[in-house]
């Protein structure tokens, strides 16, 4: 099948979050797979050539080539995209955002008709690509080069639809009649999001549980009835991780290279993580890590509530990451009162990233909802047990075969949990099981990647 992936950034070129890392990564499984694969994106200041060279498709196109012969094709408008950030500044979202994307999406459109690549389907990602099956559907379908074209959305978190003043629909150069209730209309804004999930054939979400909680009113965000309305058409495929990014027994972060098979060297990293952090080195104490972002929903509201409880349990706890200046204080509050059990490491370091996961006994992710989640299949990889909420992805690839997992979002219940989980670590035997369990484990790309083909033969012949 011919493929055209539609997103707003992809690694290596650019990246805010994991929609970049499934687009940088996707494409290359496929390829492998036999489907023939390209890929647009805008071209942002950010983006280099690098080792690639980069050639020029026409005045306002280049491209370079990734795999095997994936291009990467990147639309220019300097106006739109030559900017420090992709989405926002010091002030917030970029006043023109539906202007820079509903550009993309038609310029991506003719892009497929000027190279000549005429895709079975086009595979869209969040709601910079969506306006893509909106014009597809009203603008383009009655021509015979895209008439047989058929979209998927894939909807990497859907807290963020790309809403917009209710004036600005004139901008997308739409009929009027598809600013409704029944169109893009959502509580009197223009929702782009909205218009992907009703104009696209099939759309997915990052994991099997989050397709189904994305139909509740509590995680729907107020798409719940209009997703429900779509559910035919709607599922969930776990994002895969990058195995050769993320290997302990290759990885060039850590101190001591590890597998299943060495698994007694993890320990040298555990060493390695507690004396970089300023904790006292110990084999017999529990470090839990965190590599997360700071705020309500990534479960930092339980876990600031809890802090002194866990700080006596005769644990480790070291965290990485930015967010909430509240979080920030109640953290180093806490480090300066346990400063023997907290290590706080208030930046993004992707060197550290890698310790803590190979340093860390416990993993903790309490988040309040996570679509798909790449944390805890890491820490599975790395040894690092996982402790979770169960809800989106988490509920998808934790069990108590492989990790720890609760049921009542409360600090009550994540505390219990983590009693739970240090007295295990005091059993041997049941650690060293537990611990291989969880490198056992396989979330590769290839497994996804072959959901994702039967989805693409689904759409097409639908």
């Known amino acids: 099948m011919k493929i055209a992936m539609v997103a707003s950034e992809v690694v290596p070129f650019a990246k805010t979050g994991g929609l970049a890392d499934v687009v940088g990564a996707l494409p290359l499984v496929l390829e492998d797979c036999g489907q023939e694969v390209i890929v647009i994106m805008p071209r942002y200041k950010c983006v280099k050539d690098g080792k690639l060279k980069a050639n020029r498709i026409s005045r306002d196109v280049t491209s370079v080539t990734i795999g095997n012969n994936i291009k990467v094709y990147f639309i220019e408008n300097d106006l739109y995209f030559n900017r420090d950030g992709l989405y926002v500044d010091k002030s917030g979202d970029y006043k023109d955002n539906l202007e820079r994307f509903s550009f993309f999406c038609r310029r991506a459109l003719e892009l497929l008709k000027e190279i000549d690549f005429a895709a079975d389907i086009l595979h869209l990602h969040d709601w910079q690509a969506s306006l893509v099956a909106v014009y597809l559907k009203n603008l383009y379908s009655k021509e015979p080069f895209y008439s047989r074209m058929k979209s998927i959305l894939t909807i990497h978190n859907l807290g963020y639809q790309g809403l917009f003043a209710k004036e600005e629909f004139v901008k997308l150069g739409l009929d009027s009649s598809l600013f409704g209730v029944s169109g893009l209309e959502f509580y009197d804004q223009v929702s782009l999001l909205k218009g992907g999930i009703i104009f696209s054939d099939f759309i997915n979400t990052v994991s099997p549980t989050y397709a189904e909680e994305i139909q509740s009113k509590e995680l729907g965000f107020g798409l719940d009835g209009l997703l429900r309305q779509r559910k035919d058409v709607l599922s969930g495929i776990v994002n895969g991780l990058d195995y050769y990014v993320w290997d302990p027994n290759t990885d060039r972060f850590i101190v001591q290279n590890f597998s299943a098979q060495s698994i007694e060297d993890k320990g040298f990293n555990k060493e390695d993580l507690q004396a970089i952090c300023g904790l006292p080195v110990n084999k017999d104490i529990p470090v839990l890590g965190i590599v997360s972002r700071l705020v309500d929903a990534k479960g930092f509201d339980i876990l600031a509530q809890g802090l002194d409880d866990i700080c006596k349990m005769g644990v480790q706890l070291v965290i990485l990451g930015l967010g909430d200046l509240k979080y920030h204080q109640i953290l180093a509050a806490a480090q300066k009162k346990h400063p023997k059990v907290i290590s706080l490491n208030l930046k993004f370091d992707d060197s550290l990233a890698h310790k803590i996961y190979a340093g860390s006994d416990i993993f903790l992710m309490p988040s309040k909802y ?93």
């Open 370 to 462: 996570e679509p798909c989640g790449l944390g805890q299949l890491i820490s599975l990889h790395y040894g690092a047990i996982p402790l979770v909420f169960k809800t989106g992805g988490l509920a998808d690839t934790i069990n108590k075969n492989n990790g720890f997992v609760f049921t009542k979002y409360t600090k009550e219940e994540f505390l219990n949990l983590i009693k739970k989980a240090v007295l295990t670590f005091k059993d041997k035997k049941k650690w060293a099981r537990l611990v291989n369990n969880a490198m056992k484990c396989n979330f590769s790309w290839e497994a996804s990647a072959k959901k994702y083909i039967q989805l693409y033969a689904q759409a097409k012949e639908s």
